[in-house]
């Protein structure tokens, strides 16, 4: 396959590129603002459970808390893949980022030359840059959406089963201390 920098490639390149790169924004912002929920929702679940634990008995608050906060933090590590999965998207994005920022400074230059040749170079390596990023924008939005949901029915279950166990004992505890009243 002969491929050459033509102004008409060269155009569609300078064109699509941005495209990407501002889809790959509008994705990463909306990683993070999903992964930011998640832990805000963790925390008024957390203080909800201890709020009802303190109504009921002030001294033992503490111990509850602490107990309710180890297995929160343990479900949270041991079920939550985002907490792992930052890494590969930053890279993922960043990669994606880099290489269509490459692409369109090469197209742009290539364009602003006067005296410019058809380049196989810089064809090329628009075109190795938009269909992997192409690629990788449309797989991660998918991928993230997965996980994300997966991740957040671990987690509700995680969390909800820690309150439970903590609004459980706290009832136990309190009927024991009715008994002995």
Known sequence: MSLRMTESYATTVAAVAPVLLLVAAVEAHQFLRRSQQS?????????????????????????????????????????DPAVNSYG???????????????????????????????????????????????FVVCNLVVVTA????????????????AIEDAVRNQAASVASEGRHS
């Open 88 to 134: 590969w998207v930053y890279f993922a994005w960043s990669s994606v980022a880099v290489s269509l920022l490459t692409s369109l400074i090469l197209t742009l230059g290539w364009l602003a030359d006067d005296g410019r040749q058809p380049d196989p170079v810089s064809a090329w390596i628009s075109l190795i840059s938009l269909i992997t990023g192409g």
């Open 39 to 79: 832990s805000e929702r963790m925390v008024e679940a957390y203080e909800r459970a201890m709020a009802e634990v303190s109504a009921r008995d002030p001294e033992s608050s503490r111990t509850r808390l602490q107990e309710i906060a180890a297995r929160v933090t343990t479900a949270a590590r041991a079920e």
């Open 146 to 161: 997965i996980r994300a949901s997966r991740r957040e029915v671990k987690a509700a279950r995680a969390y909800r089963a």
